[in-house]
């Protein structure tokens, strides 16, 4: 099992480290443009400069298909701590997560996550059946996925929404967490796709499309979307918890 690491102008990322340290094999997807400022092992060119976040995420998916990968993280590049929730969250290491893959590897969710600090120490479940969005740092079952990410809409939570409609869904390990910077404030990554609103029309399209399990939701500084993922997933047929 690898861990796959999509980076754009962030040479300095650390976030691979955390893996290593745990024993993970981690490869970086980067663009041309990047290539020679990255001083990190296993280093995988994907061919074109600026194509965005959808891009570089089929490329992962293709890539893995193709070496035989039957399973892969897929995480972001300024991850800066992993922990967990037993009572208090407690920094720890990225060793939870191999405990949180042998348990995926025994079940036959496509896409396994985590959650984040503030939603470990608040929530009730320890585990999410098809009621939680998985991102930012999230198990592939690449063997068993044959759909894509989609261009131009929160290519994540559409890949989320398309996993429950056309696989067994996503599993979520509400206890276990990872810290990132504020959503758009590093630089580098997707700040410029933030800066530009280019967010915001995103939002537009993945309501538009997954109408009316999504709706738009105004917040101070963006519009991001509010999501029935229970109420899509019943409508599927699918496991709820």
């Known amino acids: 099992m690898i ?23 981690v490869y970086h997807f980067v663009e041309p443009q990047d290539v020679d400022s990255y001083r990190v092992n296993n280093k995988i060119c994907i061919e074109a400069d600026d194509m965005g976040m959808t891009y570089v995420r089929n490329f992962m998916l293709d890539w893995c298909k193709d070496n035989q990968i039957d399973w892969a993280w897929f995480c972001d590049d300024d991850i800066t701590q992993f922990g967990k929730f037993d009572g208090k969250t407690r920094k720890t290491s990225a060793d939870e997560l ?49 759909w894509r990410y989609r261009e131009d809409t929160k290519e994540d939570r559409d890949f989320c929404f398309q996993c429950i409609e056309q696989g067994h869904g996503i599993l979520r390990f ?25 967010d915001s029309n995103a939002a537009k399209k993945l309501a538009l499309t997954w109408s009316p399990w999504i709706q738009l939701k105004q917040k101070p500084n963006r519009l991001d979307v509010k999501a029935d993922i229970s109420g899509f997933a019943k409508s599927c047929m699918r496991k709820i918890k």
């Open 98 to 146: 191999w405990g949180v893959s042998e348990k995926a590897f025994q079940l036959p969710f496509e896409i396994v996550g985590i959650g984040t600090r503030a939603f470990a120490w608040s929530t009730k479940q320890a585990v999410s059946i098809n009621s939680k969005f998985v991102e930012g740092c999230v198990l592939i079952n690449v063997k068993n996925i044959h």
């Open 174 to 198: 509400n206890r276990v967490f990872f810290d990132t910077p504020v959503v758009g404030t590093n630089k580098g990554g997707l700040h410029d796709w933030y800066k530009n609103n280019r």
């Open 3 to 25: 861990v796959c690491i999509p980076s754009k102008g962030r040479p300095e990322t650390k976030t691979h480290l955390l893996f290593e340290a745990a024993g993970f094999d």
